[in-house]
């Protein structure tokens, strides 16, 4: 499975999403994109940094924020701040 991860320089945040995501038990293609590098991609997600894209998603698609959405949400991007369990539930 291929992930897009929005992420920023010097993101202690990101740092933590990334660990989350090494823990998965299945193979993940992960690309990280630093939002300051567009200035769309900036104006989406630079507030709202880390954010995961599943890789059919289009940018800017609806956002689950694990803190205010359930676990099985059906869009197709997952905000911070999310778990380990709430991360597989995202991705299955």
Not at 10 to 24: F, G, P
Request: glycine fraction near 6%; include cysteine.
């Amino acid at each position: 499975m291929k992930i897009t991860l929005y992420k920023g320089p010097q993101c202690e945040l990101c740092d933590h999403a990334i660990a989350i995501i090494k823990q998965l038990d299945e193979p993940i293609e992960l690309e990280k994109v630093n939002v300051r590098n567009s200035s769309e991609l900036y104006h989406l997600y630079g507030a709202r940094i880390p954010v995961i894209k599943k890789n059919n998603a289009s940018i800017g698609g609806s956002v689950s924020n694990a803190s205010n959405n359930p676990p099985h949400s059906s869009t197709n991007e997952l905000g911070w701040p999310f778990s380990l369990t709430q991360l597989k539930a995202f991705l299955a």
